[in-house]
């Protein structure tokens, strides 16, 4: 009896109320389905420059620009960006001859989602007839970092170590200390 009497106390109730209710509609509950989706794309691992793996290929021939903005052309492939990021090079070895090479990943696809690449043809007689084939894909360089790439036969030869980062070709070479300090 207390509260119906009190205005104040009304006008608490009814704020406590209204807040509760906001705070409660933005909780969002996922279902299991998104939940397993994300916990797969968590797991995933990007592969290390020169490993080969098996993907499954599929081509596309519609569209003016990839995602990176580039024009569509001979030599571009979508990727899922999780698993090989936007500017990566990719060496695709298919059935068909006509189709291997070196393949940039300039391009995602709402339907491409994990070891699946799209590769863009101009021809789309070319690509409904390329269908979808089983094709091994070796890693050349990941993302657009230059210093993410197979390692080149010096390297292999000599074994850098990795320890010692080599300089980006940006960054100056760190300065030495002279050894009789710096008047002499």
């Known amino acids: 009896m207390r509260l119906a009497r009190s205005f104040w106390r009304k006008a608490i109730v009814t704020a406590v109320a209204a807040a509760a209710f906001v705070l409660l509609y933005q ?29 499954e290929a599929t081509a596309y021939c519609k ?18 960006p999780t698993l090989l990021p936007i500017g990566s090079l990719v060496e ?11 393949y ?6 709402p339907a491409i989602q994990g070891r699946e690449v799209d590769i863009y043809m101009w021809s789309c007689n ?3 007839k390329f269908g979808r084939q089983s094709v091994y894909v070796t890693v050349l360089r990941l993302g657009w ?8 036969f010096l390297d292999r030869l000599f074994r850098r170590p990795a ?12 300065q030495l200390p002279s050894v009789g300090g710096p008047d002499k």
């Open 163 to 174: 320890s010692e980062p080599m300089p980006l070709p940006s960054r100056p070479l760190p």
């Open 63 to 80: 569209g003016l620009t990839t995602f990176s903005g580039v024009a569509v052309q001979s030599g571009i492939a979508a990727s899922d």
């Open 145 to 152: 970092n230059p210093r993410a790439m197979r390692p080149g």
């Open 92 to 102: 695709i070895d298919s059935l068909d001859a006509r189709y291997d090479g070196i």
């Open 126 to 128: 070319d690509a409904l």
């Open 27 to 55: 909780v969002t509950i996922f279902d299991s389905r998104y939940t397993t989706r994300q916990a797969v794309r968590t797991e995933a691992v990007l592969p290390a420059p020169g490993a080969r793996l098996a993907f």
């Open 104 to 109: 940039a990943i300039l391009d995602t696809g």
